[in-house]
């Protein structure tokens, strides 16, 4: 999936990888799409539940071994 | 987006493993668009600290027990498992191997994030502590009636 920006929270535990997702959203424009890449298995579970607090869009991940790419879009 | 919900946690815990436990709660909650609200009372009140060993208008009773049991979040032990510090070290350790913020770095973040700090004045009675003995985090210095006031206004009100 295209992503406008990339965040890698490879080896970072909860609740890190939402923290820096937040930190990251907010320096973004309305419909650019980040790319988190994760190695906690939390994030599955983590990331949709954020971005429903939030009103941002979970639009999926990609998991590749231990690696997963979990991708967000900014609420417009 | 929803409307914006708010969060309280009471920290009454001054133990390494309960404070690193709440800070973690507020910080996904400000990273989740919650207004954080943090009470630290009684033992708690360590956590924020500066750990200054100063009389200041401690009674010997109170200063006695400062020393005992000095602030700073730097000095907070585990509750379990401490074994005169050797429990603690450890656990900095796997932490720090583990790229886990430690209680410093939790509390800056939750500066960062807006996250309000909020002193017992009571429990700074009790024990003879003033506004300068506390690092500068705090928000401010309020009774229960603020807590209750934030805590019924909360979707989330936590004890620890």
């Given at each position: 999936m295209e992503a406008d920006r990339t965040i890698d929270c490879v080896g970072l535990y909860c609740p890190m990888p939402i923290v820096k997702t937040a930190q990251e959203i907010k320096k973004m424009e309305p419909g650019q799409v980040l790319e988190v890449l994760a190695d906690d298995v939390g994030i599955k579970s983590d990331m949709p539940a954020w971005a429903e607090k939030t009103g941002n869009e979970f639009l999926g991940l990609e998991e590749d071994g231990g690696e997963i790419k979990v991708y967000v879009r900014k609420a417009k | 987006m929803a409307e914006e919900e708010s969060m309280t946690l009471i920290?009454?815990?001054?133990d390494l493993d309960k404070a690193l436990a709440a800070f973690n709660l507020a910080n996904t909650g400000a990273s989740m668009g919650m207004t954080v609200n943090m009470f630290f009372t009684f033992w708690g009140l360590s956590v924020i600290?500066?750990?200054?060993?100063?009389?200041?208008?401690?009674s010997p009773m109170q200063w006695m027990m400062g020393m005992m049991n000095r602030g700073g979040p730097g000095r907070r032990k585990l509750s379990k498992m401490n074994m005169a510090g050797f429990g603690t070290h450890t656990m900095k350790g796997l932490m720090k191997r583990y790229r886990m913020p430690n209680l410093d770095e939790s509390i800056t973040l939750a500066k960062e994030q807006g996250v309000r700090f909020l002193a017992c004045t009571t429990s700074m009675a009790i024990m003879g502590l003033?506004?300068?003995?506390?690092?500068?985090?705090?928000?401010d210095f309020v009774g229960a009636a603020t807590y209750l006031s934030l805590a019924t206004e909360g979707k989330v009100n936590l004890f620890i």
């Open positions: - | 920290v009454f815990s001054g600290e500066k750990g200054s060993l100063d009389r200041g208008k401690k003033e506004e300068s003995d506390f690092l500068d985090v705090v928000d």
